[in-house]
């Protein structure tokens, strides 16, 4: 077993702009020795309550009668509660309820737990409902919400857990681990997601990873900190950007984690292109500029269509980018695609020589930009399809603190919906998981394509 050292190169500056502060009414305090560092305990799980409140609010809210009707949605719920109630423990009982509402086969339509990362990333990001607020300032004690991690995710193979993201300035990037590295164990015992971290924050974790099949394994030694999803997304995309050099070509690179801060994507923007008066004023306008854009949309979670249409404003802000959008609720309305003009200075215009990176991690927002990227001419598109997750949602909290989501609206684009279909890319390029030591074939892709198709 081979033993790394991950803490040399790792600074408070990451707890000071990675981890949101978690002062509980300013966001721009510094982090504080007496934040909290686990969660409130979760109430006991009645499971008639539990099953009743999520039955009674996809029947409120679930925008497709049709696909309640086609599954028979009240006698599936009749089965499926005598079950609920009938199961070994709590854990099979949520089980069978998730698997209810995967039959309606929709995106944005799950009951998730605090094992999840998505509960956390869902809360910070969605909000807005009151029970959502109220779980906030019960659970979370002011702080916002957070969980204890490292900035790394994983995705389960074969009954292993394997890497597939890593936040660029987190601790788990100071630290060396790499996309495709099995996490093997965390403190001694077997990996979990949430789990291996919950209660740490402050101290530092013994990651033991394996990076190739039947090989040894090694220990990093990795600090727990707590991330803020909203904070810690659009920090890492602003600390991703940066100018990679090849084929004799300069171009720009930014990893867009989650749809939901144009702002963050704008300052990535203007690390690696600065307009030309910032260029003038700080002495560097004879740096050569940029020759081509590499967005990279491979992202965990979606945002809102507003973030998407700053996002695509900031690389061009002449144009429409969806035609005509149509909502499918209650209440049907439509709008164009076309922007507001606004007298914002904007980054060199992008359209035409910008490649995009997708895959199943490109969801809701991400598509949506993603579409609008493609009906706009921005570039070609690289990677694998994206999630087909395409629907506007609600989050509530139902008994036992866990969340279900909500598909509330569906969505649709000049008369094609997007949901169950997504974004195929123009030049699919896979990108293997298990053991892949941190090689992006589809990165390697998308910089030959960009060097031989745009100039400047």
């Keep these: ?75 599936r719920a009749i089965e499926t509660r ?30 998730i737990t605090p094992d999840e990362y998505s509960y956390y990333f869902l809360v910070d990001i969605v ?7 109220e779980l906030i300032a019960r659970k979370f004690w002011g702080a916002g919400p957070f969980f204890a991690g490292i900035g790394a995710f994983t995705r389960e193979q074969g009954g292993k857990h394997f890497v597939d993201a890593v936040f660029e300035g987190s601790p788990a990037d100071y630290g060396g681990l790499k996309y495709g590295d099995e996490i093997v164990a965390v403190d001694g015992e077997p990996y979990r997601p949430i789990a291996s971290f919950s209660g740490k924050v402050g101290s530092v974790a013994v990651v033991e990873t394996r990076s190739r099949s039947g090989g040894d394994t090694s220990k990093l030694y990795i600090p727990v900190a707590p991330l803020r999803p909203k904070h810690a997304m ?17 171009i720009g690179y930014v990893h867009v984690w989650g749809v939901h801060d144009a702002d963050a994507f704008k300052q990535a923007l203007a690390k690696i292109e600065p307009t030309e008066r910032e260029r003038k004023a700080d002495g560097s306008d004879e740096t050569p500029p940029l020759d081509a854009l590499i967005v990279d949309m491979r992202g965990r979670v979606g945002g809102t269509m507003g973030a998407a249409r700053q996002m695509l404003e900031a690389l061009d802000q002449r144009g429409s980018y969806w035609g005509e959008t149509r909502f499918s609720e209650n209440a049907q309305r439509a709008r164009r695609g076309q922007r507001e003009r606004t007298d ?23 598509e949506i930009f993603a579409q609008g990227f493609r009906q706009g001419g921005f570039g070609p598109i690289v990677g694998t399809p994206t999630a087909g997750a395409v629907s506007a949602a609600a989050a509530y909290v139902v ?13 649709a684009f000049d008369g094609k919906s997007l949901e169950g279909s997504g974004v195929a ?26 060097a031989k198709q745009f100039t400047r």
Excluded: C
């Design 425 to 450: 890319p123009d030049h699919r390029v896979e990108r293997p998981l298990a053991y892949a030591g941190g090689a992006d074939p589809v990165l390697d892709a998308a910089l030959d394509l960009a």
């Design 399 to 411: 008994p036992g603190d866990l969340l279900l989501y909500v598909a509330v609206t569906g969505l």
């Design 344 to 366: 914002a200075a904007s980054m060199p215009p992008f359209r035409g020589r910008t490649v995009l990176l997708t895959n199943d991690g490109t969801r809701s927002a991400g």
């Design 127 to 133: 909000g807005g409902q009151d029970s959502v607020k």
């Design 82 to 111: 005598k079950a609920v109630l009938a199961a070994s423990d709590d854990a099979e009982a949520v089980r069978l309820i998730q698997a209810m509402l995967g039959e309606l086969k929709t995106s944005h339509t799950a009951l």
């Design 234 to 250: 659009s920090a890492a995309t602003i600390a991703s950007a940066r100018v990679i050099e090849h084929a004799g070509k300069r």
């Design 1 to 75: 077993m081979q033993t790394r050292t991950a803490l040399k190169g790792f600074a408070v500056v990451f707890l000071m702009t990675f981890v949101a502060p978690l002062a509980p009414s300013d966001d721009a305090s510094p982090l504080r020795a007496e934040a909290p560092v686990s969660l409130a305990k979760a109430p006991e799980l009645d499971r008639a309550k539990l099953f009743d409140a999520v039955t009674t609010r996809i029947e409120e809210r679930f925008f497709d009668g049709g696909k309640l009707k086609s599954i028979d949605w009240e006698q």
